[in-house]
């Protein structure tokens, strides 16, 4: 296997560590309240809490990642959130849990501009789709394994051995990392290999403006193209972000659902989502590879991702078998939307900058979970029940992708003249 290929596999283990981090809390709140107790609001609140770190961190994160370099800037952000992750084993009451978890969205901001950075510099655009849809196959791996594995940790042990167990695996796949800097080298250096033609055309639609430096998130702001695709990501990565704190806790309580049931249950909408990753970014890539242009590829597969979401809105009507179902068809839709959403920056800006430019992507789509775990949280606690909630969230990947319509008429290389009108 040529080693840009093991190296998507690399990083997707990094993101699989991060999602099974993300899901310790979720999965282990329920034996959590027996030493914390926490209503729905606290637990939306919690939620966001790491997504403020998150959605600062990921901003933040890819001007780090640019200036570091991917290799460095991936380990220190793995090492910092898996000790992140490994304090929460230490927290006696919300506060607590409320800094660990502000210092693991903090810590794990960084991961998809780095993930972003890597895709760009390795391969060539005909290729980028499916990489970042191995990559982001990480986030259902991660997901899929969270809830069996937590359940098995949770019914032998303390719920506080959960957050240690997740900091272990962060820490040993850093060591990973460390020793496989050659692979990143091999790859990098394939990236910039003249003699072969498909590379050199992806470089020449990067070749105006790659004399300038770094744009400063100020010149990144002007563009309608960033902010389509922030928007887009606020409104889509609400409902996502949603579905990843709540889940767990949705069977809990509407369900009636206990740990080894979630554990059965809750990992097959992820399972979904991961195939959902490697079917949007491939069949986008297919479409490339019959000739089809860059900006049809994206935008039909994005479209057709975004037309599953609705189903949502009928989880609470139909039996709990039904209802896994919807949610696997609403999270294969949104992992196929996440892994083509995430490529458009490397299909519109040079490699300089492309990690700037997904850290802003990122920080938009953070901010829309912090406000939509904050806004379900207070919904529940107010009685308006889990039917409002998925009634929202069932639409915004549809109005997310009109917006990309809007603001993005083609996705092509954008020259120094598209980017000052």
């Given amino acids: 296997m040529p080693s840009r290929w093991r190296l998507a596999l690399l990083v997707c283990v990094a993101i699989a560590i991060s999602y099974l981090d993300r899901q310790s809390l979720p999965v282990a709140v329920a034996a959590i309240q027996h030493d914390i107790p926490l209503t729905n609001t606290q637990f939306g609140a919690l939620s966001s809490v790491f997504l403020l770190a998150y959605a600062l961190a990921y901003a933040g994160g890819g001007v780090l990642i640019d200036r570091l370099g991917t290799r460095r800037g991936f380990l220190v952000i793995m090492v ?33 501009p780095a993930a972003t950075k890597v895709i760009a510099e390795a ?97 990144l702001l002007k563009l309608r193209q960033v902010w389509g695709l922030v928007g887009a990501k606020f409104l889509t990565d609400a409902a996502w972000f949603f579905y990843i704190a709540w889940l767990p806790k949705y069977l809990y309580d509407a369900r009636g659902f206990d740990v080894k049931q979630v554990g059965y249950y809750a990992w097959v909408p992820f399972a979904a989502s991961g195939i959902g990753s490697l079917t ?31 189903v949502i809105i009928f989880v609470t009507h139909v039996p709990v078998e039904w209802a896994i179902v919807l949610f696997s068809i609403a999270f294969f839709g949104q992992q196929s939307w996440s892994t083509l959403v995430m490529i458009v920056p490397t299909d519109l800006f040079e490699r300089r900058i492309v990690a700037s430019v997904a850290g802003l992507v990122g920080f938009g789509g953070a901010m829309g979970g912090l406000a939509m775990n904050l806004i379900a949280g207070r919904l529940l606690d107010l009685g308006f029940g889990y039917q409002t909630v998925f009634s929202v969230v069932g639409t915004l990947h549809v109005i997310g992708f009109c917006v990309i319509l809007l603001t993005i008429r083609e996705i092509r290389p954008l020259s120094r003249l598209d980017r000052r009108t």
């Fill in 80 to 112: 910092f959130w898996s000790l992140a992750c490994a304090s929460h084993s230490l927290a006696i009451n919300v506060w607590m849990l409320a800094g660990s978890r502000f210092l693991l969205g903090a810590g794990e901001g960084g991961g998809f």
């Fill in 280 to 310: 949007g970014g491939w069949f986008s890539s297919w479409l490339i590879g019959r000739g089809r242009s860059v900006n049809f590829a994206r935008k039909l597969a994005l479209g057709l991702s975004a037309a599953m979401m609705p």
């Fill in 123 to 219: 391969f060539p655009v005909r290729e980028r789709s499916t990489a970042m849809g191995i990559v982001n196959a990480g986030t259902a791996v991660g997901a899929v394994v969270a809830p069996p594995a937590i359940a098995a940790i949770l019914i032998y042990g303390n719920w506080r051995w959960v957050f240690v167990a997740c900091a272990a695996a962060g820490l040993l796949w850093a060591a990973w990392w460390s020793l496989s800097a050659v692979a990143l080298a091999k790859a990098d250096a394939f990236a910039r290999r003249p003699l072969r033609s498909q590379l050199r055309r992806d470089e020449s639609d990067f070749a105006e403006g790659t004399d300038e430096n770094t744009l400063p998130w100020t010149s």
